[in-house]
């Protein structure tokens, strides 16, 4: 019974096996729906790739002309051009422009994975479409007149894929998901319609023909949009605000109270975004909480990590070994999971090391391997280096930092002037996602050069090298100095630089001992294979682009 | 699947070519040109030379073959509904109910020039750049690979399959 009395009731409620987290991640019912209707496109393939002249064939084609020679019969002169007017909402040069319109839309709002998305999904409902087509092999109606134009096979009807695929495009990359998106499918629907009804009217397309390639066009975008740029994580607004942050309203701001409430007994009373344009990495939100049994309330510090975020990363240390070879050990994470808990885990190491960090709450689940919130202590009146009076005492106070970082076997490695805060004349460090211990003794040296460039801005170099002698050798400041360059510099900090407009690097290497630069262009193996596959990749990459587009009729 | 099909190799250009039997690959030609008594179609090739692509709408027909020794696309065949024969001089023909009609354009360095097989309600061109010396083979074997297939045959197929009509 003693062991009871340490171990009180917190509130925190463990989810039951079996309960869906926060905010699960199905496919909607929507999703579902299309999925099925995908599904049996690929059925009805097979009935008319591998059945052509079984009776389920012949069955297709019997009613197809049935339906044809009924719309035959109600054709009229007068409406004969009508029709073959309307016929061109099908054609190239309406596709083209629709596609390069999204196009251009989605380069100008920078939204590029919807525009990578956009056009991986063109290329792959096109090749979809010419591959059945060459399949299947089927020959325009019979029994009837055909008193339009036509070109190539029938099945699917590949002008009404192609524009199908042009307005779900617009829709999933343009159009604000909700009530505007519903209204823009009603609107969309208008032309696709109107494109099949002149199609089978002028008898160039068999209904089946024109069924398939709705499913074609309209479904596997959908799906695929619904996948890969899905709303939850990648939000189509007009509102200010980088692309790379998650809606915090609706089904995920439900989602986070309910995990704060459940898994750290806090209870939300206000979630915004904070400071938004000084991160890329992760969503930052200031959260006010209640906790306790007095309700006392607080104010807490989120940072919201989703897997757009890890694709990010990788990628930016994928080119950083690219360009720069491996500096130090840029190894990815290899889920949102495991990045959350790295950073977690520095923060408290760093914290146990006597580091100016702020202090961590831990991290909460909000959809399983995919959303996790990092929960932290919200620097309350601590302002960027940039803002803030830079004096000898806060000068020594960043520096001490990098000697018990130094001292303790950490690195920070993004050291740069929106990462120190200032608070009551004391320095504190942010964002340690970067962050690692037993770093390469070159990477703690460049973590004291970017310190001191850092505070530099803030004073002068002579000034600062001054005080770092309190704590460094200057062997260690010249050999911090020979290990920087250009690349080893934050680009917010290299910016920093170039406003101010003096040669700080070349005024603290004119007060250190001479020391010849160390090498970073580190190649290995993994650099070279690295350079030699993504020169090969951008070369396919562009050889298949070529010629996808102009057979996707954007060319 | 079908992706899968094209990435393994077994839908291709080739799954288009229209073969000298009856069915929709050849009968699409038919309805390309719908006055046209006879359609183009690809016979047993011969060794060296191979299929490129099928190109047919509403106004007409073209398909390519490659030859190992006069490059790719060396010849060309389209079916029209008509065919300017001036200027061509006419030669025996091998097609029943047709008459043949050549035009050489180049001898040199490029033997090159267009064959016309004039049938009623239309016409197929042979258009062909053939690599000299080799030519005269090549030139036999260019019109063994195609042959002229009659429509009748494809719409009495159509009809007793289906009971459909091809021209109604």
């Not at chain 1, 020959?139 to 590949?158: C, F, K, N, Q």
């Not at chain 1, 890329?280 to 309700?295: C, D, F, K, Q, W």
């Not at chain 1, 001992?513 to 020169?535: F, M």
């Amino acid at each position: 019974m003693a062991g009871l009395a340490v171990v009180s009731r917190t509130g925190k409620r463990r989810r039951p096996s079996g309960e869906a987290p926060p905010l699960p991640h199905p496919l909607s019912a929507s999703g579902w729906f299309y999925l099925a209707v995908a599904a049996g496109l690929v059925a009805a393939w097979l009935l008319l790739y591998l059945g052509l002249g079984t009776d389920p064939f012949k069955a297709v084609v019997r009613a197809d002309v049935a339906v044809l020679r009924a719309i035959e019969r109600l054709r009229i002169d007068s409406l004969n051009p009508i029709m073959a007017d309307l016929h061109a909402l099908g054609s190239v040069w309406t596709v083209r422009s629709l596609r390069w319109g999204t196009l251009a839309a989605l380069l100008v709002l920078r939204r590029f994975r919807h525009l990578f998305v956009f056009l991986g999904l063109t290329l792959v409902v096109t090749a979809v479409t010419a591959t059945s087509s060459l399949a299947v092999g089927r020959m325009r109606p019979v029994d009837i007149e055909i008193i339009g134009l036509w070109e190539g096979y029938a099945h699917p009807s590949t002008p009404v894929v192609a524009l199908g695929l042009s307005l779900m495009g617009v829709l999933y990359t343009l159009v604000p998901a909700g009530r505007m998106r519903n209204r823009a499918k009603w609107v969309a629907g208008i032309p696709i319609a109107t494109l099949c009804v002149a199609r089978l009217y002028l008898g160039v397309d068999h209904p089946s023909d024109i069924l398939v390639a709705l499913i074609i066009g309209m479904s596997l975008p959908v799906v695929g949009f619904r996948l890969l740029t899905p709303n939850e994580a990648f939000p189509i607004s007009y509102h200010r605000g980088r692309s790379a942050h998650l809606d915090v309203g609706g089904r995920r701001g439900e989602a986070i109270r309910q995990a704060l409430h459940q898994q750290l007994a806090l209870t939300v009373v206000e979630i915004a975004p904070f400071r938004l344009e000084g991160s890329a990495g992760s969503t930052p939100l200031r959260i006010v909480v209640r906790h306790g049994a007095e309700g006392v309330e607080t104010v807490v510090f989120g940072k919201l990590y989703a897997r757009n975020h890890l694709r990010s990363d990788r990628w930016y240390k994928l080119g950083r070994a690219i360009l720069y070879g491996r500096l130090e050990d840029e190894g990815t994470f290899s889920s949102v999971r495991r990045l959350v808990e790295y950073e977690d885990y520095l923060l408290r190491v760093m914290a146990d090391a006597g580091l100016p960090v702020p202090l961590s709450y831990g991290f909460v689940e909000i959809t399983p391997e995919r959303e996790y919130l990092m929960v932290t202590e919200f620097l309350s009146g601590a302002v960027d280096l940039d803002e803030a009076e830079v004096d000898d005492a806060v000068i020594d106070d960043a520096l001490a930092a990098v000697r018990r970082m130094w001292d303790a076997g950490l690195a920070h490695r993004d050291i740069k002037p929106a990462n120190v805060l200032v608070r009551g004349g004391r320095a504190i460090l942010i964002d340690v996602a970067f962050a690692t211990v037993r770093p390469t003794p070159w990477r703690q040296a460049v973590d004291l050069t970017n310190m001191m460039l850092t505070l530099a801005l803030r004073s002068s170099a002579e000034r600062v090298y001054e005080r770092a002698l309190l704590l460094f050798e200057p062997d260690d400041i010249a050999e911090a100095l020979a290990a920087s360059r250009s690349v080893t510099i934050p680009a917010q900090l290299r910016q920093r630089l170039r406003e101010d407009g003096r040669d700080l690097l070349g005024c603290f290497r004119q007060l250190v001992p001479e020391r010849p630069p160390i090498a970073i262009q580190l190649w290995s193996i993994r650099r070279i294979a690295l350079t030699l596959g993504a020169v090969a990749g951008v070369a396919v990459a562009v050889a298949l682009l070529a010629f996808n587009l102009r057979t996707a009729g954007l060319l | 699947m079908l992706l899968g099909l094209l990435l393994s190799g077994c839908v291709g250009p080739e799954t288009a070519i229209p073969q000298c039997q009856t069915g929709g690959r050849l009968a699409i030609l038919a309805q390309a040109v719908p006055s046209a008594s006879m359609v183009p179609c690809v016979a047993p090739l011969p060794v060296g030379w191979s299929f490129s692509a099928l190109d047919v709408d509403s106004g007409g027909a073209r398909f390519w073959l490659n030859s190992d020794r006069s490059g790719l696309r060396a010849l060309e065949v389209e079916l029209l509904d008509a065919c300017d024969t001036a200027g061509a001089t006419a030669v025996d023909s091998e097609e029943e109910g047709s008459e043949r009609y050549q035009r050489l354009t180049s001898l040199s360095p490029r033997f090159t020039g267009i064959t016309y097989d004039v049938f009623p309600g239309g016409c197929v061109a042979y258009r062909y750049e053939l690599t000299s010396g080799a030519h005269i083979g090549l030139h036999e074997e260019l019109h063994d690979a195609v042959a002229l297939f009659p429509r009748r045959v494809l719409a009495d197929e159509l009809r007793r399959d289906l009971g459909l009509e091809l021209d109604p």
